[in-house]
T-cell receptor, first 114, second 111 residues
Framework: DSGVTQTPKHLITATGQRVTLRCSPR?????VYWYQQSLDQGLQFLIQ???????AKGNILERFSAQQFPDLHSELNLSSLELGDSALYFC?????????????FGPGTRLTVT | GQQVMQIPQYQHVQEGEDFTTYCNSS?????IQWYKQRPGGHPVFLIQ?????EVKKQKRLTFQFGEAKKNSSLHITATQTTDVGTYFC???????????FGQGTTLQVKP
């Protein structure tokens, strides 16, 4: 158990819909990272937040957005969902804002878009 | 932009055989991290390398960072079925904050 929690564990929704994925980092960790993992594309970095502010951006679509709240939990919002958005979404946390630091991954949210 | 190429993509070995995966970059890397993801699981941090020529060992796993800091390898001696999973390397850019991933090597071990 990494200490990072993600909810929900599974999510099934229809195309065009909007969903919110939630992540609670390990106690004391200030950074939250979001990743998308699909079968054909491997692990893709989406975005990082550090202490409430966006720190780094990866291959995140404009239909996706994220935020980190004062209590440091984070939410990833996915809108106008398409079939291709079906994937496993991980969040990870880290004590610092430095990219060169070990990360602790949550169990993931499996999103299925039908 | 900066890329990290990881090979091989897949490797099937007989239990007891050795296994190696490589990450290569055309530019100097300030650091490299290695993670393991078991089937159906989440990535788990294994180690970080930052120094030129660094070698670190964890039981049957040996991690190396090249002298020029452009490549890294993970070697498993005498694989066991518990080694099954995907191993991938990550470079964290201190300048941009971006994370650059190797594509991962999926290891299958036949008992």
């Amino acid at each position: 158990d990494s200490g990072v929690t993600q909810t929900p564990k599974h999510l099934i929704t229809a195309t065009g819909q909007r969903v919110t994925l939630r992540c609670s980092p390990r106690s004391g960790d200030l950074s939250v990272y979001w990743y998308q993992q699909s079968l054909d594309q491997g692990l893709q970095f989406l975005i990082q937040y550090y202490n409430g502010e966006e720190r780094a951006k990866g291959n995140i679509l404009e239909r996706f957005s994220a935020q980190q709240f004062p209590d440091l939990h984070s939410e990833l919002n996915l809108s106008s969902l398409e079939l291709g958005d079906s994937a496993l979404y991980f969040c990870a946390s880290s004590p610092t804002g430095l990219a060169a630091y070990e990360q602790y991954f949550g169990p993931g949210t499996r999103l299925t878009v039908t | 932009g900066q890329q990290v190429m990881q090979i091989p993509q897949y490797q099937h070995v007989q239990e007891g055989e050795d296994f190696t995966t490589y990450c290569n970059s055309s530019t100097t890397l300030s650091n490299i991290q290695w993670y393991k993801q078991r089937p159906g699981g989440h990535p788990v941090f294994l180690i970080q390398l930052v120094k030129s020529g660094e070698v670190k060992k964890q039981k049957r796993l040996t991690f190396q960072f090249g002298e020029a800091k452009k490549n890294s390898s993970l070697h498993i001696t005498a694989t066991q079925t518990t080694d099954v999973g995907t191993y991938f390397c990550i470079h964290g850019s201190g300048n941009t904050g971006k994370l650059i991933f190797g594509q991962g090597t999926t290891l299958q071990v036949k008992p």
